[in-house]
Nanobody, 125 residues
Framework: VQLQASGGGLVQAGDSTRLSCVAS????????MAWFRQAPGKEREFVGQIQWNGNWPHYADSVKGRFTISRDNAKNTVYLQMNSLKPEDTGVYYCAARADRGGGYYRYSTDYGSWGQGTQVTVSS
């Protein structure tokens, strides 16, 4: 599957924004989807994950309660709604796909086989 992320940009601390990631192909519902992010000079880190059917979203502690992952399988799209943004949320955000309907939880970048190109989110204080 090929992924194309969009959204983000420059926002103020406390603001909200939504990222989208559109997948090509006809088997999007076979994929577990995730969002990762990478700040300058830091390693890529897990943000959140959603199962193939939209159930059981799972988040990093740093974003829990502020970020929400959802998906629309009819539109081959996964979303990341980001609220109450903080300067430390700044980074390049990547969507990722794992061909898996097993219902597990995967937090490492090596667990995902397909990646989008990344979209920049900058949160100013």
């Amino acid at each position: 599957v090929q992924l194309q992320a969009s959204g983000g940009g420059l926002v103020q601390a406390g603001d909200s924004t939504r990222l989208s990631c559109v997948a090509s192909g006809r088997s999007f519902s076979s994929y577990m989807m995730a969002w990762f992010r990478q700040a300058p000079g830091k390693e890529r880190e897990f943000v959140g994950q959603i199962q193939w059917n939209g159930n059981w979203p799972h988040y990093a502690d740093s974003v829990k309660g502020r970020f929400t992952i959802s998906r629309d399988n009819a539109k081959n799209t996964v979303y990341l709604q980001m609220n109450s943004l903080k300067p430390e949320d700044t980074g390049v955000y990547y969507c990722a796909a794992r061909a898996d309907r097993g219902g597990g939880y995967y937090r490492y970048s090596t667990d995902y086989g397909s990646w989008g190109q990344g979209t920049q989110v900058t949160v100013s204080s």
